[in-house]
């Protein structure tokens, strides 16, 4: 029996390594949000039927062992919760300890969470050891998931008090150098606006924008403390929002002169449930600024300009729909923007680069506008817009196929812009369209709807769809369902590139819509 308990405790150590491992890199993948990594978990036991099984087995056994130690059998009771656990260990199935594409990173915070995890798995296990016996030991493992989400909480707060010190630097550098700081939030097309911004305005300042997507409060610290020097005159902040609260608290420490807003998506359902608190959450940066940029095309935003509005603000107003009465509309379809300013209304072309967004333009020109930059020096800077890697980025394949990598991230409204991009390509060369997607996520509700819709559209583009991965398959296989084309699936993406090359030859296009990191089943 004491062989049997050591044997427990060697193989409950053992799973217990491989769910620091695997959950700490969800946890990191997930921003160290606490519950998305019981989330991530679930969906792994919905997704793939073998998790299910195996999942239940586990239970099973656990229940089995607890029920052997209230009769007695302590023999059976002790092999039954070895088998517990080493059924345990292997959950869920397909989630690798490593990963593929998105390898844990062993960064400073990495290595207190995981102490603390360890720490934390140790307690619980032996906590329910004392009031279970052996199967206490495959408790804790099947729990690892739900014990991880519980140690973020005092982490965070930890890490927060932690990197404090970044922040304080960070407003001292600001208060120094004194830039125009201009903060751009969004549910889309947040980066690609502030690289618009950065090329539109260093025609007339020295200009500094966040590197990548550092938008929340240690990124933008970062980003301060590392970028910004004497003689910077703007500073582009984007701010992202997981929750309301968080753009307050970033508008606070980083107040903007000037506060842009893209536009209220459907990118956040799943973490605020509704638009309305996404629209709250995203309007918080607008309350510490003096000028606002936002577009009029949303119900939304044309609330917000009016309450903006009525606090005294300067508000300048874009849109997308020709006619409208805005200071900036953008005509995607006459590639021409119209500018209404102090020195009369100029309309000036404008090239949207790939498969861009028409209204990052129009924010940019706001923003611009903002800062009483001149229509002359605006213009020619509008025909030489950079574009944003795997935001809608055209490539060529050695093979002649045309690529389309839109694989940063995705959204409803993103994807359609993207799908209709591409097809009108594959339309041009006359070659066969093909889409490679695991589709979108972070929709709430919505999201089996949402891809639904999206398959369905690229059905009826004459499009091939090829699904990655079983998060949206489901979706995705009922949306292109009858389709002249049959759609494809793979596991991996991998496993889909060449598949893609073939189908689509020299003369046809390719989109990759999306590209879930494989911690996602």
Known sequence: MTALIIVTLIVGVAAGALAVLR?????????YIAGWVSRIGALWV???PVNAIVASLAVLLVAAAVLLVLTGAGLASAITSILAVVTAAFLPVGLGVRGRSTPLNWTQRARRL???????LLAVGALLWWLVGLPGVALTVLLAPVIMDGVLVPMNALEKRLSHKYLVSARK???QVRPTVVAITGSYGKTSTKGYVAHVLAGAFSVVASPASFNNLMGLSRAVNDRVVPGTEVFVAEMGVYGPGEIRELSESFPPDVAAITTIGEAHLARMKTKETIARAKGEITERAKTVVLPVDEPELRALVERCRTEGKRVVTVSTVPGTDADVVVDAAASVVTIRSAEGTTTVPVEIPGTGHAVNIAVTVGIALALDVDVSAIAPRLTALPGSQHRAEVQKAPNGTLIIDDTYNSNPVGSERALEGAAALAGERGGQLVVVTPGMVEL???QFERNRAFAASVTARGGRLLIVGRTNRAALLAGS??????????????DAVQVALDQAADRGVILYENDLPDHYP
């Open 444 to 446: 709430g509700s919505v």
């Open 114 to 120: 995981a102490a603390a995890y360890a720490v934390a």
């Open 173 to 175: 550098r600001l208060g």
């Open 46 to 48: 919905v997704r793939r």
């Open 23 to 31: 959950w700490l890199r969800v946890a990191q993948r997930e921003h």
């Open 481 to 494: 369902a009858g389709a002249e084309l049959p759609s494809l699936v793979f596991d991996r993406r991998e």
